[in-house]
């Protein structure tokens, strides 16, 4: 059984800093491709960021270059994303995701399992 989880999600005043963590467990600790995405209400779930477990390649969404950064804990089996200067933009449900494929790939589509999401909420 596939397991992500997501913690460190919270409400943050604009400019300030939240960082979300991802434990994965079981099969999904054995896929290659971490994934962040994120939905706000009304608005389809987006690509975040995304990371190889292998060599820590990244790949980021244009919306968040230079503000977030993605990491791992390969023997904690964790992912990070790292939110600097948060925006009200930001408010979303963020979720943790993985893939089997070798590519840091941006679809939804494209990644077979998924967490229950942390809500993260950027205050003006």
């Known amino acids: 059984q596939a397991q992500l989880v997501e913690s460190g999600g919270g409400l943050v005043q604009a400019g300030g800093s939240l960082r979300l963590s991802c434990a994965a467990s079981?099969?999904?600790?054995?896929?290659?491709?971490m994934g962040w995405f994120r939905q706000a209400p009304g608005k389809e779930r987006s690509f975040v960021a995304a990371i190889s477990w292998s060599d820590g390649s990244t790949r980021y969404g244009d919306s968040v270059k230079g503000r977030f950064a993605i990491s791992r804990d390969n023997a904690k089996s964790t992912v990070y994303l790292q939110m600097n200067s948060l925006r009200p933009e930001d408010t979303a449900v963020y979720y943790c995701?993985?893939?089997?494929?070798?590519?840091?790939?941006?679809?939804?589509?494209?990644?077979?399992?998924w967490g229950q999401g942390t809500q993260v909420t950027v205050s003006s």
């Open positions: 079981g099969r999904a600790s054995n896929k290659y491709i």
């Open positions: 995701a993985a893939r089997s494929g070798t590519f840091l790939r941006v679809g939804v589509y494209e990644y077979d399992s």
